[in-house]
């Protein structure tokens, strides 16, 4: 039993050491919020100002365990991202008023160093104290006050605080959306291979969404998570925004983002997901309000707490985004039990030699994305469920896309392929008709969709985002761009039109943030024998690939 033990705290000590030389030099931007020593952005927040430490404040979120801060940095949780996280804007006090006007708030409040506090709070109405408590709150979490219409709140602590940003309680201003919503399924491939049908694996969204516009000539601008997440939010073709290279800090908010404009309206924007390539540290925290983010986060989880929040926001104008990671990889390991429960024991010999977008066809691979796809959708149903009997058809706007499928839906070997490429993308809203549109649009579309729909001015905005006709858009694309810009590997790109398309690949990797073109070959592909030949179609969709290339290196 002895030696048991002994050997229990010398594998920790071991680990503890090795953690510590791993990660003491750097620890990479997917890993947020892991630092070497501590948990980023719980002292020093993120989009800081260094003067006034005003920014973005991390807590943990929905735990019940005690020094939670402690057990992820002596016991090394951390590195297994077992907790949840919530980030607020806010700033540094130690006393501070907030006056309500017409509207009632929720005020968040923490610590700022890692121990309880004593506040003393007086609610004042028409400048007389009608209450006053010395209250003690969670070292560790955000604790939210409610402020009611016209009523004045002084706070004050020996210790200091964080004071984070209001949340209007009831605002509805009649010209905005009450909820929009942006569904991000990662890895939801098109419904036009074969081995997948709509109907079938995801009924309770088809039903939802019968009334929108389902985009079934949808494609991704990249072949990854990090570059076409960045395309959706930005409306930017990755040779624009460069966000490419895996081991690389990038910060989205450098842009103009969905996610900001909407802010700008006064929306109560919220977050939540999972997804390493597109947590807050890329600074996707930007033009939210409230985030919650933990790495491998299970749809379940991700869409009860989405509920939780819209319904405590019921009265306020809303954009949320809601990230499902299920169907990137085994969340927990291995495939949920839904999928266990109808495969045969061969799925146990899967091996995973090979990164997602590089894998051979595989007919066990392709059952058990059937099987999460169902999953996702039956979980999914309880959102729908929520909108349908809380709101009318007019106040919502819901969009569902992806950012990529998967190489092993067939036995098409390009980095680029339509397995991969060819997304879904589907959008409900009242001024639409019901539509199954082969109109071509890219994930860049997105942006300037949602805003148009919503009636938010971006007139100011240059981006690639195009509002598709069906939506009301004033031209077709011209094209439809996938590109692969990865470093050490050779630049790919895929430029569609209506009529044809071509395959461009470098014969030089990527290197120093440069492409190199002094070797390459294309193919060029007509999409029917029954369209009217155009020799110079072939010239004007290479000019565009170069075209791409020398953005990127300019």
Not at 265 to 283: C, D, K, T, V, W
Request: aromatic share 16%; with cysteine.
């Amino acid at each position: 039993m002895k030696s048991t033990y002994y050997k229990l705290i010398l594998t920790f000590i071991i680990r503890k050491i090795y953690r510590f030389f791993k990660f003491k030099k750097a620890t990479s931007i997917d890993e947020f919020p892991i630092e070497y020593k501590s948990i980023k952005n719980f002292y020093n927040p993120l989009g800081n100002n260094n003067k006034s430490k005003e920014g973005y404040f991390l807590r943990y979120f929905n735990s019940n365990l005690k020094n939670k801060y402690f057990l992820d940095n002596f016991f090394l949780l951390k590195y297994f991202h077992f907790f949840n996280y919530e980030l607020i804007y806010g700033k540094i006090s130690n006393s501070f008023v907030f006056k309500s006007d017409k509207y009632s708030y929720l005020l968040p409040i923490s610590p700022y160093k890692n121990k309880k506090i004593k506040l003393k709070i007086k609610y004042f109405d028409e400048k007389k104290i009608i209450k006053e408590n010395n209250i003690n709150i969670d070292k560790e979490k955000f604790t939210y006050l409610k402020v009611n219409s016209n009523e004045e709140l002084e706070i004050s602590s020996n210790n200091k605080f964080i004071k984070g940003k209001p949340f209007i309680l009831n605002s509805k201003e009649k010209n905005l959306k009450k909820n929009v919503l942006l569904i991000f399924i990662d890895g939801l491939p098109s419904f036009n291979n074969k081995n997948l049908i709509f109907d079938e694996l995801m009924p309770n969204t088809k039903n939802f969404f019968n009334d929108g516009i389902y985009f079934d000539n949808h494609f991704s601008t990249s072949e990854w998570s990090m570059p076409s997440f960045a395309s959706i939010f930005t409306g930017l073709y990755s040779n624009k925004h460069k966000i490419f290279h895996p081991r690389k800090t990038y910060n989205i908010s450098k842009f103009d983002t969905i996610s900001s404009l909407f802010q700008k309206e006064n929306y109560l924007n919220f977050q939540i997901g999972s997804n390493a390539r597109s947590n807050p540290a890329y600074g996707y925290y930007n033009g939210f309000d409230r985030l919650i983010y933990k790495r491998n986060m299970g749809c379940d989880e991700v869409i009860f707490n989405y509920i939780e929040h819209c319904s405590t926001f019921k009265q306020s104008n809303q954009f949320n985004l809601i990230t499902l990671f299920d169907l990137h990889h085994f969340l927990n390991g291995s495939p949920s039990i839904i999928s266990q429960s109808k495969l045969n024991i061969d799925y146990l010999n899967l091996i995973k030699d090979k990164k997602s977008i590089h894998q051979e066809y595989n007919e066990i691979k392709i059952e058990i994305l059937k099987n999460e796809i169902k999953r996702i959708d039956f979980h999914l149903s309880i959102i729908y469920n929520y909108i349908f009997k809380n709101y009318d058809p007019e106040e919502i706007l819901v969009a569902l896309f992806s950012d990529h499928g998967h190489s092993y839906l067939g036995k098409n070997n390009s980095i680029l392929s339509d397995d991969i490429t060819k997304v879904p993308f589907l959008i409900k809203d009242i001024s639409l008709k019901k539509n199954y549109t082969k109109e071509l649009t890219s994930n860049v579309d997105i942006f300037k969709s949602i805003l148009h729909l919503s009636n938010i001015d971006f007139s100011n905005i240059n981006n690639d985002s195009n509002i598709p006709l069906i939506l009301g858009g004033k031209h077709l694309n011209k094209f439809a761009i996938s590109e692969s810009i990865y470093p050490n590997s050779p630049y790919h790109c895929v430029i569609r039109n209506n009529e044809g398309k071509i395959y461009f690949e470098t014969k030089y990797p990527v290197k120093n943030n440069h492409i190199n073109i002094d070797e390459y070959k294309y193919s060029f592909v007509r999409l029917s024998d029954e369209l009217e030949e155009k020799p110079e179609l072939e010239n004007i969709l290479l000019k565009k690939a170069l075209k791409q290339i020398e953005i990127f290196n300019n």
